[in-house]
């Protein structure tokens, strides 16, 4: 995981600004938004974990959840 993280962020890392504003391959979307989307998913994952190892609730948590699905 470490190492794909890595190699995402050296191709980050030399994009222009424009490339970043430039369309996606997803309709209305630029290489922004799903490089943001992809910055928060990281982060809630992180705090997930974090969560887990002190054995509370994570921050997407919600109660019954888990029976509504």
């Known amino acids: 995981m470490f190492a794909a993280h890595r190699r ?6 030399g994009l222009s600004d424009q490339q970043v504003a430039d369309a996606s391959g997803l309709p209305g979307r630029s290489r922004g938004h799903v490089l943001a989307h992809l910055g928060h998913s990281g982060e809630l994952r ?11 609730p994570g921050p997407g948590y919600r109660p019954g959840l888990r029976h509504a699905v």
């Open 46 to 56: 992180a705090a997930e974990r974090e969560f887990v190892s002190l054995r509370l």
């Open 8 to 13: 995402s962020e050296k191709l980050v890392a």
